[in-house]
């Protein structure tokens, strides 16, 4: 979907360079921004997205599909209660099957540390709506009756979280973003890009040269190298992670299931397959010359004995089920762990939608519609305070989320 | 010629006519082909349908053979229990000296 030889405008009101969840999200709720604030309301701004490779090659074609609203600050949690709310209507209004499922999200801690955020946690989910509750061990197992609960001194489920197909949720976005006029140009790398009086003149592989009011990075973890080319120093990096998925099966597993204590989870998909993954432990990557790490797809057998191990502590019957395929895809890892999303400090029409940490692909639909507001009329989202892109330089920055999983 | 409920892929239920529609939708590469349809991702991992893939795309002009591109190949190259893997990950673990933290 989309073309390489998709005709550009030589001039763009927004040009999104990345052509994942982030830029396809805004690029559809640009969309649906006319009528406010600078682009008026006689015309729909001239919007394009520009993806290096294919649509869905990167992050958002090899993540989890998990969504969740069990986060561990306020902000998340609404915001994703917001995501969730979208994602219920997305199927209609995209026109695809987006196999979303609200099967929840459960949590389980079998250490006395992990006990005591799940119970934080879900004491400020009860203070925001939203319906998280605590379970005992069996009633867990009551849950997902293939689990071995023993060792598990509490465990938290919100009915309301699921799993969606990723594939799909992003043909949906770019197929109607481009019946709605925005131009999807694939197969096409950013060569340069310079700021300009009134924006930026970039340059595509292939040499057109174009100019845009503003710009929006949507790399993901490809961004810093296109932040470095404009002296943008951001600290999101890639780090690479690992997943994979089983053999179809019936339906045996409701809830998506998270063993806090190893960072394993593994849902069961609408397609039957068990998706699971896990962070396991590795070196530190050799830096490149521009101090960056490689973004690496490679899969790993030790990441399969890994998760087979931690797998088969909470599900023994899992020993039987075969192993389908792995592969790999880059987190963009913020050091505090939330986004980076809004005006580049110093530059500030370059517009920022990195550093999601590995639950960028959950946040997209809210993400979209805020950021196209912002750019459509400066409607400032209170998100936008916290995922300032300033807020390294200023010492800002503070760790308030410590849900991350995978 | 084939008919629209012709099987491509038996492994995710993918016919003939869906692969149409999806290069009618603009994808251009057995990459997107996939991702769309979902054809490859079953338990034969491509090894039945990816040739057929390929000589359907030329038969009907979307592709010419030598620009034609097989989709990533995904470990493992056999299904594999995780009971076999997690066997393979405690037997290093007993291999491995106490007291390195693993």
């Given at each position: 979907m989309g073309s390489a030889d998709a005709p550009l405008p030589n001039h763009l009101d927004v040009a999104i360079i990345g052509g994942g969840i982030m830029g396809l999200s805004t690029a559809y709720q640009l969309t649906q921004?006319?009528?406010?604030?600078?682009?008026?309301?006689s015309r729909a701004p001239a919007v394009a997205v520009i993806e290096r490779?294919?649509?869905?090659?990167g992050a958002s074609g090899r993540n989890g599909g998990g969504v969740r609203m069990?986060?561990?600050d306020t902000g998340n949690v609404e915001l994703m209660m917001e995501s969730i709310a979208m994602c219920r209507g997305l199927a209609q209004e995209l026109g695809?099957?987006?196999?979303?499922?609200?099967g929840g999200y459960l949590f389980m801690a079998r250490s006395e540390q992990g006990e005591a955020r799940l119970l934080r946690n879900a004491e400020l989910h009860k203070h925001v709506g939203a319906p998280t509750r605590v379970l005992t061990a069996s009633e867990a197992r009551e849950l997902a009756?293939?689990?071995?609960?023993?060792?598990?001194?509490l465990a938290t489920h919100n009915p309301e979280d699921g799993v969606v197909f990723p594939w799909p949720f992003v043909w949906g976005y770019a197929a109607q973003a481009m019946k709605r006029g925005v131009t999807v140009r694939t197969h096409?790398?950013?060569?340069t890009i310079e700021p300009t009086a009134d924006g930026f003149a970039l340059t595509l592989s292939g040499g057109q040269r174009l100019t845009a009011s503003t710009v929006v990075?949507?790399?993901?973890?490809?961004s810093p190298w296109i932040n470095r080319s404009l002296g943008v120093e951001l600290p999101n990096r890639p780090h690479r992670h690992e997943i994979l998925s089983s053999e179809p099966l019936k339906p045996f597993l409701d809830p998506l299931v998270v063993d806090l204590d190893s960072g394993l989870y593994c849902s069961q998909s609408t397609r039957g397959e068990l998706v699971t993954g896990m962070t396991v432990p590795e070196p530190d990557p050799e830096l490149d010359e521009h101090g960056l790490p490689p973004i690496r797809m490679d899969s790993s057998h030790r990441f399969l004995s890994y998760i087979g191990d931690a797998l088969l502590r909470i599900?023994?019957?899992?020993?039987?089920i075969k192993v389908l395929r792995q592969w790999a895809g880059p987190y963009d890892v913020s050091p505090d762990g939330d986004g980076i999303a809004g005006p580049s400090p110093?530059?500030?029409?370059?517009i920022q939608v990195c550093g999601?940490?590995?639950?960028g692909f959950m946040m997209a639909p809210a993400v979209g519609r805020l950021l196209a507001r912002f750019i459509a009329?400066?409607?400032?989202?209170?998100?936008l305070d916290r995922w300032d892109p300033g807020r390294f330089a200023a010492g800002t920055a503070q760790r308030s989320e410590d849900m991350i999983i995978g | 010629m084939p008919t629209p409920r012709r099987f491509i892929c038996r492994c995710e239920d993918v016919t003939f006519d869906e692969i149409d529609h999806a290069v009618s939708l603009g994808m251009a590469s057995v990459e997107e082909l996939k991702r769309y349809?979902?054809?490859?991702?079953?338990?034969c991992q491509g090894k039945e349908c990816l040739a057929l893939l390929a000589a359907h795309l030329v038969r009907q002009g979307h592709a010419t053979p030598e620009a034609l591109q097989p989709f990533t190949a995904r470990p493992p190259a056999e299904s594999i229990t995780f009971g076999a893997l997690a066997a393979v990950r405690r037997q290093q673990s007993k291999s491995e000296s106490p007291g390195d933290g693993t």
């Open positions: 921004t006319r009528g406010l604030g600078k682009f008026g309301s490779s294919y649509l869905v090659s069990q986060w561990a695809i099957n987006l196999w979303f499922r609200q009756p293939v689990l071995d609960v023993s060792g598990v001194r096409t790398a950013v060569e990075n949507a790399t993901g973890a490809w599900m023994p019957v899992a020993a039987g110093g530059l500030p029409r370059l999601f940490t590995g639950h009329d400066g409607t400032h989202h209170p998100m | 349809t979902g054809l490859g991702t079953g338990p």
